[in-house]
């Protein structure tokens, strides 16, 4: 892992200006934050140490899906247990 100096001047030798910097950062960090959280936002927003309203803000100005996804569900059994063989007619 690189330490902050270390990714400091990468950036610098990169061109990179300042705020595309910290964007980069910043997209990265809320994106962890609300995987580690399952897209919760109020937890993501504890973990980054800001407000959620700010969190929301900035999920909106880099375009950051936050909704959560809705689970896979399995179908429901049908209603009278376990099928049965049916009696074979004619005999």
């Known amino acids: ?8 001047t990468q950036l610098l030798d990169s061109s990179f ?3 595309e910097a910290v964007e980069l ?11 580690r959280t399952e897209r919760n936002q109020s ?3 504890k973990l980054l140490g800001i407000h959620r309203n700010t969190l929301q803000r900035k ?3 880099y375009k950051i899906d936050g909704r959560r996804r809705k689970p ?3 179908p429901m059994a049908r209603a009278g247990g376990t099928k049965t063989k049916r009696a074979k007619h004619g005999t």
Do not use: C, H, P, Y
């Open 1 to 8: 892992m690189k330490t902050i100096d270390e990714l400091a």
């Open 17 to 19: 200006f300042m705020e």
């Open 25 to 35: 950062l910043e997209k990265g960090m809320i994106a962890g934050a609300l995987q």
């Open 43 to 45: 937890e993501a927003s």
């Open 59 to 61: 999920m909106t100005e």
């Open 72 to 74: 896979v569900r399995k």
